[in-house]
Structures are given as structure tokens and as C-alpha cells.
């Protein structure tokens, strides 16, 4: 049984910074595509991030980039998202999920291409 298990979320000032981390189980993860989205309340779910199984690419919404990086340990079978100049904006529930395709190759950003999700992590950022 696949399980994806976020952690580091929290409450943080506008300008500070906060690293999520995404421990997997159950499935070969270096094979797998991995990605970040988030949902804030009343809106739908979106696309953060992705990293695919190598670490080589990437790729990251508009709305974050420069501002965040994903990366991986492969050996830990973990991924993460730090995030630098938090806005209050980015305050959402935010998810690892695993692609559903263990090519691994391309880290894609559509929410449909992913099978396992994680339950979640709060992040707040206040103004």
C-alpha cells in the first residue's frame, strides 16, 4: 500500500520561509514522478511543483517560482518543497502526490496524472 506522509508546515510570517517534506512508502520511489500542489479554502486544487525521478527536472507554477524549490533524496525515499518569501497568498493545504506513470521522466503538472496523495500539511502565511 502506497502511503505519502507530508510534514513542516506551519505558521509563518510574510518574507520567512518554510521546507515541507514528503516521506513515501510502498511503491519504488525513485521510479515515480513526483509533485507538490495546494488548496486554499474555497478553491480548487493546484499545481506547485514537480520533480521527476532523477532530480533533473523540474517544474514549478508561475506563481512560485524563483520563490520555491523542490528537490528529492531518493535514498530516503523523501521529497520537499522549500519555500523562501513567503506571501500571504501562498497560505493553503498543501500536498505530495506521486504520478501515476513510473517512466519517471517528465514531472508533469496535471493534477489528473497523479494516483497516491497525501493527506496534507497547513501552511499559514500571515501579513
Known amino acids: 500500500q502506497v502511503q505519502l506522509v507530508e510534514s513542516g508546515g506551519g505558521l509563518v510570517q510574510a518574507g520567512g520561509s518554510l521546507r515541507l517534506s514528503c516521506a513515501a512508502s510502498?511503491?519504488?520511489?525513485?521510479?515515480?514522478?513526483m509533485g507538490w500542489f495546494r488548496q486554499a479554502p474555497g478553491k480548487e486544487r493546484e499545481f506547485v511543483a514537480a520533480i521527476n525521478w532523477s532530480g533533473g527536472r523540474t517544474n514549478y507554477a508561475d506563481s512560485v517560482k524563483g520563490r520555491f524549490t523542490i528537490s528529492r533524496d531518493n535514498a530516503k525515499n523523501t521529497v520537499f518543497l522549500q519555500m523562501d518569501s513567503l506571501k500571504p497568498e501562498d497560505t493553503a493545504v498543501y500536498y505530495c502526490?506521486?504520478?501515476?506513470?513510473?517512466?519517471?521522466?517528465?514531472?508533469?503538472?496535471?493534477?489528473?496524472?497523479?494516483?497516491?496523495w497525501g493527506q496534507g500539511t497547513q501552511v499559514t502565511v500571515s501579513s
Open positions: 510502498g511503491r519504488t520511489f525513485s521510479r515515480y514522478v
Open positions: 502526490a506521486s504520478d501515476a506513470d513510473d517512466s519517471g521522466w517528465w514531472p508533469t503538472t496535471l493534477l489528473s496524472e497523479y494516483d497516491y
